[in-house]
C-alpha cells in the first residue's frame, strides 16, 4: 500500500533528522544554560545516570517508532486517512501548524491521563524522577511512555496531515526544539508570547514535588491549561520549589520505572 510505503520512508527520513537536529540544539541550549542558568544545579551528581537515561531514550524512541509503525501496518485505516485528502492539500506551513496543535491537544489528555490513572502513572513516573532539571535530565522516559508519546507523534503528521520528507524536517526540527525548550535550565522573558507557546518556568512548575505537579499539562499550547482548568501562572509561584517524587526512586524499582510498569 502506498501510504506504508511514505510511511517507511519518512521513518527514515526522520532518523537524520533527529541526529542533525539533536546536535544543533545540544550546542545552542548547553551554551545559553551555562551562560544564564534559571537555577544553580551540581549537574555531575547525576551526570552518569543522565547520559545513561539519554543513550537509552534514544534506544527506546527507535523501538517504540518501529512498534507505532508496524501497528499501524496491522491496522491499516485506509478507508479513513484517504477520506482527509482536502486537509493533506493544505499550504506545508499550514498542515505543520495544525500538526503540531492536533499532536498538543491529544498528548494534553494523554498526559493528562498519566496523572489521573495510577497504572499510567507508572509509565510516567521516571520522568518526574528527575531532581535537577534540565536541558540533557528532560530524556528521562519509560519505554512505555515513549511508545504512547510516539504513537501519536508518528501517526498525526504521516497518517493524517502526510507530511512530505522536507515538511517532516521542519516538524521533527520543531519537536525536538520543543523537549529541549520545556526541560531547559532557563528563566527566559518572552512577552506576551508567554500567553501563546509555554516557557521552562511554566513546565517547571510541573516537575514539581508537590501539587503543582497536577498543573501545567501542555507541551506546547498552554491554552489547552487554560481551557480545561488546569493552569497555574509561573509569576504566581516562587521559584525556590523541590523538583521530582519527593521521595528517593528506591533501587528495586528502577527496571520496572525504566519499561513503564
Not at 544564564?36 to 523501538?63: E, H, K, T
Request: glycine share 4%; proline share 4%; net charge positive.
Amino acid at each position: 500500500m502506498e501510504w506504508l510505503s511514505d510511511l517507511r520512508a519518512w521513518l527514515e527520513s526522520a532518523q537524520h533528522v533527529e541526529l542533525a537536529a539533536l546536535l544543533l540544539l545540544v550546542v545552542v541550549f548547553e551554551t545559553w544554560e551555562r551562560r544564564r542558568p534559571a537555577r544553580s544545579i551540581d549537574r555531575f551528581s547525576s551526570l552518569r545516570l543522565d547520559v545513561f537515561c539519554f543513550g537509552l531514550a534514544l534506544l527506546m524512541n527507535r523501538a517504540s517508532t518501529g512498534a507505532a509503525s508496524a501497528a499501524f501496518e496491522a491496522l491499516s485505516p485506509r478507508f479513513v486517512f484517504d477520506s482527509l485528502h482536502w486537509l493533506q492539500g493544505l499550504p506545508s506551513s499550514v498542515r505543520i501548524l495544525l500538526a503540531l496543535a492536533l499532536v498538543d491537544f491529544v498528548l494534553y489528555w494523554v498526559h493528562r491521563a498519566q496523572h489521573r490513572f495510577e497504572w499510567l502513572w507508572r509509565t510516567h513516573a521516571w520522568h518526574h524522577s528527575t531532581e535537577l532539571l534540565y536541558w540533557f535530565s528532560g530524556f528521562r522516559t519509560s519505554f512505555l511512555h515513549s511508545l504512547f508519546y510516539n504513537l501519536v507523534q508518528t501517526g498525526v503528521p504521516m497518517l493524517v496531515f502526510r507530511l512530505t520528507p522536507l515538511e517532516t524536517t521542519c516538524a521533527f526540527a520543531i519537536g525536538l526544539f520543543i523537549q529541549f525548550w520545556q526541560h531547559t535550565n532557563l528563566r527566559p522573558e518572552i512577552g506576551a508570547l508567554r500567553h501563546v507557546v509555554i516557557t521552562p518556568q511554566y513546565h517547571r512548575i510541573h516537575h514539581a514535588a508537590s501539587a503543582f505537579r497536577d498543573q501545567n499539562f501542555a507541551f506546547v499550547f498552554p491554552i489547552w491549561d487554560r481551557l480545561f482548568g488546569t493552569q497555574i501562572d509561573p509569576a504566581a509561584v516562587r521559584e525556590d520549589f523541590a523538583l521530582g517524587l519527593g521521595k528517593p526512586v528506591e533501587r528495586s524499582r528502577l527496571a520496572s520505572m525504566l519499561f513503564g510498569v
